[in-house]
Nanobody
Framework: QVQLVESGGGLVQPGGSLRLSCAPS????IGWFRQAPGKEREGVSC????????YYADSVKGRFTISKDNAKKTVYLQMDRLKPEDTAVYYC????????????????????WGQGTQVTVSS
């Protein structure tokens, strides 16, 4: 069974940066999602292991960068120019049948989830 281990959350001031890590035991695609209190879960970004192609939600495009390190078997989400509205619990997820595309990102397509890591952007 695939396991996901997340790390890297924390407290940062507006305009600051954080890098989240997700270490899957194996994967075809990794998606990053977030959920703020009282809000629906949002698909943030996704990367395909086969070709490195990516997807970003409009809300993070130009500020967040997803990448993978095959040697370390780790997927990163670099978050720059963070805003208070980025505050949420961030989850990585994977599914062997999923391929990231420009069509969006839905949590319903992912079967395996990490435990989540809190990101708080506040002064």
């Amino acid at each position: 069974q695939v396991q996901l281990v997340e790390s890297g959350g924390g407290l940062v001031q507006p305009g600051g940066s954080l890098r989240l890590s997700c270490a899957p035991s194996e994967y075809g695609a990794i998606g990053w999602f977030r959920q703020a209190p009282g809000k629906e879960r949002e698909g943030v970004s996704c990367i395909n292991n086969s070709d490195g192609s990516t997807y970003y939600a409009d809300s993070v495009k130009g500020r967040f960068t997803i990448s993978k390190d095959n040697a370390k078997k780790t997927v990163y989400l670099q978050m720059d120019r963070l805003k208070p509205e980025d505050t949420a619990v961030y989850y990585c997820a994977t599914d062997p049948m999923y391929y990231c595309s420009d069509g969006g990102l839905s949590g319903a397509d992912f079967g395996t989830w990490g435990q989540g890591t809190q990101v708080t952007v506040s002064s």
